[in-house]
């Protein structure tokens, strides 16, 4: 199971209110959905060098971080929009997810994550023993 988590976002959503503005960067669009026994995220990060990405994991708390270059300032910016600077999220995964086998591949502005069902997680069958009468009478 992925979880999920911004204990921030109500207090950006009420400064933005009165303020008109947002007090910190956007946060990561992200999808997520499971096919068989593995969870995919997909994160835009639309016009972030690869270079400045990064992605650690801590027990079972992923940790994305990107940087979005400041503007030139030799340029007489018309409109300026996107938000620059640092970009974090965390994800939290459930224990019956496979951390060590993470995959990561960023293509066209996504970031994606593939993320298998720990072996542990996924069901299985019980043998059950079974004893005919006639061993158990014997």
Request: a negative charge.
């Amino acid at each position: 199971m992925l979880m999920r988590t911004d204990p921030f976002r109500d207090l950006d959503r009420l400064t933005q209110q009165v303020f008109g503005t947002s007090a910190r960067p956007a946060v990561m669009p992200m999808d997520a959905w499971r096919e068989g026994d593995e969870f995919f995220v997909e994160l835009d990060l639309p016009g972030i060098d690869p270079e400045s990405l990064d992605l650690d994991i801590e027990r079972n708390v992923i940790t994305v971080k990107a940087t979005r270059p400041d503007l030139d300032p030799d340029r007489s910016m018309i409109a300026a929009e996107r938000t620059r600077g640092v970009f974090s999220r965390q994800l939290f995964l459930g224990e019956n997810l496979d951390t060590d086998a993470i995959r990561a591949d960023y293509r066209d502005g996504v970031l994606r994550l593939v993320i298998p069902v720990a072996e542990k997680a996924k069901p299985r069958k019980i043998e059950i023993l079974r004893h005919d009468k006639q061993a158990i009478n014997a």
